[in-house]
C-alpha cells in the first residue's frame, strides 16, 4: 500500500508540475482545479478572522521570528534558518527552534485524544529532539528537518509539536530561550510572529501560480505583504530584475536579500570524513534522493564536475529502507560506479549499511548571501539587540495561558 500511495503521489506531482500530458493528465488537473479554489476560500476566511482579531494569537513575551514560504517544499528554507539560528546564537541569544516535525511518526492514537480532550493539563509535553547539548530523537521520531537542524546547531534547542504554542512555552520554562524560531511558521497564525522571513525560490517563484492541491501555493502570491523579510533563495550571480519587481509590487515594504546554497563538502555517510569539493570531479556517480526537486540536486552534483550516470528519485520525504539502498548500491557497483551521493536531507533518513561495495557521500550545503548582507544584519540586529529576562518572557507565557 505504501509504494502504491508513493507512486500515485509522484504522479500527481508530476501532473501539478506540468511534466504529464494527455487525457487522464488533464483530468486529474481539472479535478484538482476544483478543490483548489476551496481551498483558497478557506485559507483567505482563516487568515481574515485573525486580521479581524477574531481569532487572537498569543504572545509569549519574547522575540518570535518565523522562517517559511508561500509553496510547498524546495525553497531551501532550512539551510536559511540554520544560519539564521547560528548566528542568533553567536550574539548570545539562546534559541530555541519549533517545529511541527513534518512526517515523523505521529504519537499513538489514545495518546492524541487524550491530549485533545485534556489539552488544559499538558499531559504530553512536545518532542525534545536537542536539548541544547545532546540529539536526543531520531530523523523517524523528530522529522528530517528538525533532526537535521539540531545535529548541525549544538547549542540550539530543538522542539517537535504541532501546537508551538505549547513547544513555546516548554522552551521558555525548561531552556530559558529568549528567542523562539518557527521553522515552517508563515501559515502558523495561533502564535504571534514578530518578524516574518519569507523565502522565495527563484527558480520557481510561485511554482505553476496554482494553488494547493492543483498547484504547490500555499496561499496567494498576495499574501506575500505579510512578509517582514523577503529572502530570494537559489539566486545567480546577476539579480532578476523582473522577478525583483514582481517582489516590490506585492510588498513596497519588505527587505529583499539574494542568496544562493554554497555546497561546502561532500561528507562520507559511514566514516563522517569531510572530503573536498573536487572529490568527484571527472568521476562517475549514481544519484538517490527523496526531495521535492531532484533534478535541481543532480544538476548541483554535475556542476560540481561529476558524472551522474543513474538516478533514483522518490517521494518528498521517503523513508528508505534498508533494501532499497542495498538494490542502488548494487546497481552503482554493477555500473563500476565510484559513489552514491545523495542530499544531507535525505541522508538522515539512511539506515545503516555495513561495508557499502560504493562510498555513499551526501553534499553539505550552506546559505550564501549575495545581495542585502546590511539586511540580513539588519534582522539579526532586530533580534540580538533586544534582550528579554528569561523571568520576564515566563510570566508573559504564563499570562498567554
Not at 551526501?362 to 539579526?380: D, N, P
Request: aromatic content about 6%; charged content about 30%.
Amino acid at each position: 500500500m505504501r509504494v502504491v500511495l508513493e507512486r500515485f503521489e509522484r504522479y500527481a506531482v508530476d501532473v501539478i508540475l506540468e511534466r504529464r500530458e494527455g487525457g487522464r493528465a488533464n483530468a486529474l488537473k481539472f479535478v484538482l482545479g476544483g478543490f483548489a479554489k476551496v481551498y483558497e476560500q478557506a485559507v483567505q476566511i482563516r487568515l481574515g478572522l485573525y486580521r479581524r482579531r477574531l481569532f487572537r494569537p498569543q504572545e509569549l513575551g519574547c522575540p518570535v521570528v518565523s522562517v517559511g514560504n508561500l509553496t510547498v517544499g524546495g525553497t531551501g528554507k532550512t539551510p536559511v534558518a540554520e544560519m539564521l539560528a547560528r548566528e542568533l546564537q553567536r550574539r548570545g541569544r539562546r534559541v530555541a527552534i519549533l517545529s511541527r516535525g513534518y512526517k515523523s511518526v505521529p504519537r499513538p492514537f489514545s495518546q492524541r485524544l487524550r491530549n485533545k480532550l485534556f489539552k488544559h493539563l499538558d499531559l504530553f509535553p512536545p518532542r525534545i529532539v536537542s536539548d541544547g547539548k545532546d540529539v536526543l530523537l531520531d530523523s523517524r521520531r523528530a522529522g528530517d528537518e528538525p533532526h537535521m537542524l539540531a545535529k548541525n546547531l549544538p547549542g540550539v534547542c530543538v522542539l517537535v509539536d504541532k501546537d508551538r504554542v505549547k513547544s513555546g512555552l516548554h522552551a521558555l520554562r525548561h531552556f530559558d530561550s529568549d528567542v523562539l524560531l518557527l521553522d515552517d511558521g508563515l501559515q502558523y497564525q495561533r502564535l504571534r510572529h514578530r518578524i516574518d522571513v519569507v523565502l522565495v525560490d527563484s527558480q520557481a517563484p510561485f511554482g505553476n501560480e496554482h494553488l494547493l492541491p492543483r498547484g504547490t501555493l500555499r496561499e496567494p502570491p498576495a499574501n506575500l505583504r505579510r512578509a517582514s523579510y523577503i529572502v530570494v533563495t537559489k539566486s545567480g550571480p546577476k539579480p532578476d530584475e523582473a522577478l525583483l519587481a514582481r517582489l516590490r509590487k506585492l510588498n513596497r515594504t519588505a527587505a529583499i536579500i539574494e542568496c544562493n546554497h554554497a555546497p561546502r563538502h561532500w561528507q562520507d555517510l559511514r566514516t563522517g570524513e569531510n572530503l573536498p569539493l573536487d572529490h568527484l570531479k571527472g568521476r562517475h556517480v549514481g544519484a538517490m534522493s527523496g526531495i521535492a526537486r531532484p533534478e535541481s540536486f543532480e544538476e548541483g552534483v554535475r556542476q560540481l564536475g561529476a558524472m551522474v550516470e543513474i538516478s533514483k528519485a522518490f517521494a518528498d520525504h521517503h523513508r528508505f529502507t534498508k533494501k532499497e539502498i542495498l538494490r542502488f548500491l548494487e546497481w552503482c557497483d554493477r555500473r563500476s560506479l565510484d559513489a552514491l551521493v545523495t542530499t544531507e536531507k535525505d541522508a538522515v533518513r539512511f539506515p545503516d549499511i555495513d561495508n557499502p561495495p560504493v562510498p555513499m557521500l551526501f553534499l553539505r550545503v550552506e546559505i550564501e548571501i549575495l545581495r542585502g548582507r546590511e539586511h540580513w544584519e539588519e534582522l539579526l540586529g532586530r533580534l540580538a539587540g533586544d534582550p528579554v529576562t528569561p523571568a520576564g518572557a515566563k510570566r508573559s507565557a504564563a499570562a498567554a495561558l
